[in-house]
């Protein structure tokens, strides 16, 4: 039986990521958007996620990383995760965790890897408190709403359902007083 892509690993797998090109490959200079005939060693460009997997095994590329997981972004999570918007960091429409955790597939770093699972922790309380909250926005206008503005996907979804979760519990209890 074929595996088949989620719509969210397809997206992950178009994000791109910057690379260095380790030395000259002939008649690919067409991936850099150049009239050049051939890569030059040092080059640097982006490539999808799939095809900067594939040839960084084969040590054509030496992957950098992203902006989205720059020094400065890690400072900020580390400072205060729930003071960053992840919505735009990670690409693929708000993908900043699922990007992540691909990427340490990639490379080694365990600093990455502590600041992901902490942030996430971190962030999970403010969501789920906000999802819980989001009733009394009236229609999205409220501070929930604005909130959740700048989540990632995940963290969207965490939310999504925590809203669902504080209306069947209100439904229930309206119910139950009415039983009275």
């Not at 039986?1 to 380790?22: G, H, I, Y």
């Not at 995940?154 to 209306?167: P, Y």
Request: net charge negative; aromatic share 8%; glycine share 8%.
């Amino acid at each position: 039986m074929a595996a088949f892509l989620s719509v969210t690993e397809f997206l992950d797998d178009s994000t791109k990521l910057p690379c260095r090109v380790a030395f000259d490959v002939p008649n690919t200079g067409h991936l850099e958007g150049a009239a050049e005939k051939d890569l030059r060693a040092n080059t640097t460009l982006e490539l999808p996620y799939w095809l900067a997997q594939k040839i960084s095994e084969q040590d054509i590329v030496d992957l950098t990383m992203p902006r989205a997981y720059a020094p400065q972004v890690r400072h900020a999570l580390r400072a205060s995760p729930t003071a960053l918007n992840l919505r735009n960091l990670g690409g693929g429409g708000g993908a900043f965790y699922s990007g992540g955790i691909r990427l340490l597939h990639l490379v080694e770093d365990a600093e990455l890897s502590a600041i992901l699972e902490t942030s996430f922790k971190t962030r999970l309380i403010e969501i789920m408190d906000q999802s819980q909250h989001s009733l009394a926005d009236h229609g999205g206008e409220g501070a929930a709403y604005e909130f959740a503005q700048g989540l990632d996907s995940w963290e969207k979804e965490l939310f999504s359902a925590g809203e669902t979760s504080a209306r069947q519990i209100k439904t229930w209890f309206d119910a139950k007083g009415k039983k009275r």
